[in-house]
């Protein structure tokens, strides 16, 4: 063990040995383990988005031993993905990565300004599969969020007991924000906070823009002069967001950027930041394999210090 990981872990001491073994699992795992920098591959987006949208630009990707390969192949900490892939690739793979459980999702055949995800699997399949931890999905800012915040605190009390540590995608959106509120530095900073304050372990937030959304916050930011102009200055307020950098933040990898060098350039400024990490889902998967290896070395190079 670390002393980064022990520091880490320490930040978790109301947890039982179970949570914080798993937690150290994910941590201690892969080409960044005992680094406390954590790359996961999330692979929810067949449910979330339809499987044209997301694996047809690569059709390997259709298949669920595919994602399992990849993220062993890179030397990830973890793999995140809805019920059935996980059932799909588990006992063929089992040991040889850590596996998150979506325990969530809702898909885009029906609009809605408010989205709310369905429960789609719970504790029991994430022991019976092996997994380190369950993902939630919330999203602050829309009406539903409150039968959501429950949701998760059910869900993660439940885990606690099991031992299973707990990640959750908080990604605000409803119909009282705008488009740009989605990924605006207060909504950002804010929906970690809530996270936080709801039990999570590690905490999945998109890469906020220096965009201002509630005008209460914006006063507020202004008169005391938060540092936001950089894309390092944000991920460093949102991790401080989360008790001040005391619970694991990751960050999302977006849309497919066509440009790699745009997303490095997202990593820097999350490694900059102080920032945990990131949980990169399109712009892997949706890449040749060989191109998606390639560049997640590079990004693993990065937070790691050997790549500027």
Known sequence: MTPRVREILG??????????????????????GGTGRMVILPVDQGFEHGPGRSFAINPPAYNPSYHFELAIEAGLNAYAAPLGFIE???????????????????????????????????????????CV??????????????EMYQQLRELAAEARDAGLAVVVWSYPRGSDLSKAGETAIDVCAYAAQIAAQLGAHVIKVKLPSAHLEEPEAKA?????????????????????????????????????????QSLLEEIRAIRDGGG?????????FQRKKADALRMLTDIIKIYAGEMR
Not at 11 to 32: C, D, S
Not at 114 to 119: E, S
Not at 226 to 253: K, M
């Open 11 to 32: 930040w978790y001491q109301g947890e039982n040995p179970g949570v914080l073994t798993n937690l150290a699992r994910m941590l201690n795992h892969g080409r960044l």
């Open 88 to 130: 799909a690739g588990a006992a063929q793979f089992a040991g040889e990565i850590p596996l998150i459980l979506k325990c969530n999702n809702h898909d885009l055949l029906h609009k809605e300004a408010d989205p709310i995800p369905a429960m789609t699997a719970g504790v029991s399949d994430a022991l019976h599969l092996g």
């Open 133 to 146: 931890a369950v993902g939630f999905t919330i999203y602050p800012g829309s009406q539903y969020r409150v």
């Open 220 to 260: 507020v930011y202004e008169a005391n002069k938060v540092p936001i102009a950089t894309q390092a200055e944000r991920v460093r307020h949102v991790v401080q967001s989360a008790f001040d950098g005391r619970r694991i933040v990751i960050f999302s990898g977006g849309e497919t950027k066509p440009d790699e």
């Open 276 to 284: 945990f990490g990131s949980i990169i889902g399109r712009n892997t």
